[in-house]
T-cell receptor, first 112, second 112 residues
Framework: GESVGLHLPTLSVQEGDNSIINCAYS??????FIWYKQESGKGPQFIID?????DKRQGQRVTVLLNKTVKHLSLQIAATQPGDSAVYFC???????????FGSGTRLQVQP | NAGVTQTPKFRVLKTGQSMTLLCAQD?????MYWYRQDPGMGLRLIHY???????AKGEVPDGYNVSRLKKQNFLLGLESAAPSQTSVYFC???????????FGQGTRLTVV
């Protein structure tokens, strides 16, 4: 599965800078990808998703890029704010896979 | 519309005791999931269900059992708790594996 139970890497950025969080996946059949944000003491919340027929999708201050050739996706956060401090998880899945599993997350720390 | 509700929010068990965690969703979702999250780590799938009356094992099912007797409820049972099961447990639900999942607020379980 994609979830590997590793200790979370940390990305530290200055407030106002752009953040890029990366996720590598291994299942070439993955055709749907979701990014979740988990704030301290809370459950994960949906941020943005992308399907495999797209290579880019934009939301409010967030952009997800998908590179199926190298099995990599990234989450870009523009003008990072203190409220963006959280752990971010990617969740690759496919229609033939019945369970939702998570990639190893990244902790984003925003420095004032 | 409460979304996904987990009970209890906190629990302390002695080694060998049993307990059941309850997850309830009011969104008419077919899929439900139980995850555990250890400090500083990602989410690992314990068991999941793709519909009423069905259950399946996830990545770390040992020591846990589940039941989905009603579509809106997904129960996680620990028959004989062990200190290694100290963790935060999250329940989630979704329409399918290709839709975003909605998470509960978590249950913090300590086994002493």
């Amino acid at each position: 599965g994609e979830s590997v139970g590793l200790h979370l890497p940390t990305l530290s950025v200055q407030e106002g800078d752009n953040s890029i969080i990366n996720c590598a996946y291994s299942n070439s059949a993955s055709d749907y990808f979701i990014w979740y944000k988990q704030e301290s003491g809370k459950g994960p919340q949906f941020i943005i998703d992308i399907r495999s027929n797209m290579d880019k999708r934009q939301g409010q201050r967030v952009t997800v890029l998908l590179n199926k050739t190298v099995k990599h996706l990234s989450l870009q956060i523009a003008a990072t704010q203190p409220g963006d401090s959280a752990v971010y998880f990617c969740a690759p899945t496919d229609t033939g896979r019945r369970a939702l599993t998570f990639g190893s997350g990244t902790r984003l720390q925003v420095q004032p | 519309n409460a979304g996904v509700t987990q009970t209890p929010k906190f629990r302390v068990l002695k080694t060998g005791q049993s307990m059941t965690l309850l997850c309830a969703q009011d969104m008419n979702h077919e899929y439900m999931y139980w995850y555990r999250q250890d400090p500083g780590m990602g989410l690992r799938l314990i068991h999941y269900s793709v519909g009423e009356g069905t259950t399946a094992k996830g990545e770390v099912p040992d020591g846990y059992n589940v039941s989905r007797l009603k579509k809106q409820n997904f129960l996680l049972g620990l028959e004989s708790a062990a200190p290694s099961q100290t963790s935060v447990y999250f329940c989630a639900s979704s329409y399918s594996s290709s839709n975003e999942a909605f998470f509960g607020q978590g249950t913090r379980l300590t086994v002493v």
